[in-house]
Every structure is written in structure tokens, then in C-alpha cells.
């Protein structure tokens, strides 16, 4: 626990991270990640090794490039491991943060032509 949220502490991990999450379930390559960034590769490396060492993003070598993925499992535990512990099992504490990111986490609504609502 304590190596994610280490990990996830340095803004360019974060950057990181965030941007994997945007890109699930496809992931992207490494290169291309250090270009998105603006992060010369070989620091883009070290950043990548510091996420998957914390298991928070897992990659995946396909041909010639490393394709990397977000771990929301492991993101998952963490908020979650957050929650529980910095409301002490007081679930009212809790309940105006779960209030709050519910809408941002509700299901998509599909209208019959299958567009988003």
C-alpha cells in the first residue's frame, strides 16, 4: 500500500498513471507515453519501473514495444484501503466522499440508438 501511494506521489507517475486510466482497456506504448508527457524515454523508464513495481500499471510486450495498462485492481484496493481506514469503520464519516463520486462513477446511459445519454 504504502509503495503505491509512494509511487502515485511524484507528479510525473501521477501524470502518468492518470493518462493510462484514460486509455483503458487499449493501454499505450512507452514511447509514446514519454511523448505525451513531454519525458525523455530513459526517465519515462524509470518512472514506468516505479509503477510497476507498485503494481498500480502492468506492461506488455507486444513486438517491438512494451504496451502498458492501468492496474484499476490495485488502484481499487488502495482508494478503497484509504476509505476504510480514514473512517475507522464509521461509515458516516465516509458518506459524503462516496456521495460525491458517485455520479463521476455511475453507469453510462444509452439511449436505443446506443448513443450516450
Known amino acids: ?34 511523448r505525451r508527457l513531454g519525458v525523455p524515454q530513459n526517465t519515462m523508464s524509470a518512472h514506468l519501473a516505479t509503477l510497476v513495481q507498485a503494481g498500480l500499471i502492468r506492461g506488455e510486450r507486444q513486438s517491438r514495444s512494451i504496451i502498458y495498462r492501468a492496474n484499476l485492481d490495485v488502484f481499487r484496493d488502495v482508494a478503497l484501503y484509504l476509505l476504510k481506514d480514514c473512517c475507522g469503520g464509521n461509515a458516516e464519516l465516509c458518506k459524503p466522499l462516496v456521495d460525491q463520486l458517485a455520479p463521476c462513477c455511475a453507469p453510462m446511459q444509452t439511449n436505443p440508438d446506443g448513443k450516450v445519454a
Open 1 to 34: 500500500m504504502i509503495t503505491a501511494l509512494a509511487a502515485l506521489a511524484q507528479a510525473t507517475r501521477l501524470q502518468t498513471f492518470r493518462l493510462l486510466v484514460s486509455f483503458e482497456p487499449e493501454g499505450v506504448p512507452a514511447g509514446e507515453l514519454a
